[in-house]
């Protein structure tokens, strides 16, 4: 990244015609489209503008940056309306944010297709919500209606908000992370969403089959794992482990969404662990991702596949 790639940024944020209602992805570089602007992205956080860096750039580059900032603030589009400008530092061991323009507000309330969801913006790697994936949690909502769901690795339960909103029977989340899921059963209060139908698992996943199997069988099992979680998950030789667990996991004719979301690995990797691991279910689709993360190689993009037992 340098300071000559950044009239590019400019550019496409100078040309929106609009602020977006719903939380929203405004620039895509990590999908390799931009020349010199692969490694930021931004983000339209209901009122702050989330600037992130996933490379440590020259010190000139933040330079221009911060004056930009200063432009951006000013533009008739987003006075009044912007709050902060924030700079999130993700390659940094801390994942500093640096607030670029006006006034942190490290707890937000953003919408995404009618859902209220809380974010947690300050020095940590993510902050509650990803993105990419809301044409996932889209299908989840249109499909959830009286199905029991399991959401595994379910961090702060984006789909479990999503299937509750569309008429899930019950939802069981299970993450490792209980600071994660605190923040999950605060998303779902935000929606005045029926607790009792949610249930909470803050358990190491190969270690809970059993705890997993007393609340099923499920009619959906959602698997949206990390690439890599040390001590606890690594994506090419554990993912396998929780596939062939499917068949004792679902419904006669339950469905699995499996995610991945390593840009080295496409979408053959699960349709062939899957077809090894648990032949009875049948790939159906790719979920398309969001339009604004176009990717110059669609197979290093997240991938969502959806398959059926028969």
Request: proline share 5%; with cysteine; hydrophobic share 40%.
């Given at each position: 990244?340098?300071?000559?790639a ?30 010199g ?12 503008l ?60 953003v ?16 902050n ?12 989840v ?40 899921l605190?923040?999950g ?23 809970s ?15 949206d ?28 004719h ?38 604004e ?18």
């Amino acid at each position: 990244m340098t300071p000559t790639a950044l009239p590019l940024l400019d550019q496409q944020l100078c040309e929106l015609t609009h602020i977006p209602d719903e939380v929203r992805r405004l620039f895509h570089g990590r999908g390799l489209c931009w020349p010199g602007l692969e490694h930021i992205t931004v983000d339209w956080l209901a009122g702050q503008l989330l600037i992130s860096l996933f490379k440590e750039p020259e010190p000139e580059f933040i330079d221009s940056l911060r004056a930009l900032s200063e432009k951006w603030a000013q533009l008739p589009l987003w006075q009044g309306k912007v709050k902060s400008i924030l700079l999130h530092h993700r390659s940094r061991p801390d994942c500093e944010l640096e607030v670029l323009w006006g006034c942190l507000s490290k707890e937000q309330q953003v919408v995404e297709n009618g859902l209220t969801f809380l974010l947690d913006l300050g020095n940590k790697q993510n902050n509650g919500l990803f993105l990419d994936m809301r044409f996932g949690r889209d299908w989840v909502k249109s499909n959830a209606q009286d199905k029991r769901v399991l959401n595994l690795f379910a961090y702060t339960c984006g789909f479990s908000v999503a299937a509750i909103a569309g008429g899930a029977k019950q939802v069981v989340n299970l993450d490792m992370a209980k600071a994660a899921l605190g923040k999950g059963r605060d998303n779902h209060r935000a929606n005045g969403h029926d607790l009792s139908k949610v249930k909470f698992l803050g358990h190491e996943l190969f270690k809970s089959w059993g705890k997993v199997r007393k609340f099923g069988p499920y009619d959906l099992v959602i698997i949206d794992p990390p690439s890599f979680q040390k001590g606890s998950f690594a994506l090419t030789k554990d993912y396998k482990k929780i596939l062939r667990r499917l068949p004792e996991l679902l419904t006669e004719h339950g469905q699995v969404l499996a995610c991945v979301n390593d840009p080295s690995l496409d979408t053959q990797f699960l349709i062939q662990e899957m077809a090894e691991q648990a032949p009875e279910m049948v790939f159906i689709e790719r979920l398309d991702n969001p339009p604004e993360f176009q990717d110059i190689n669609p197979q290093a993009s997240l991938k969502s596949l959806l398959f059926k037992r028969s």
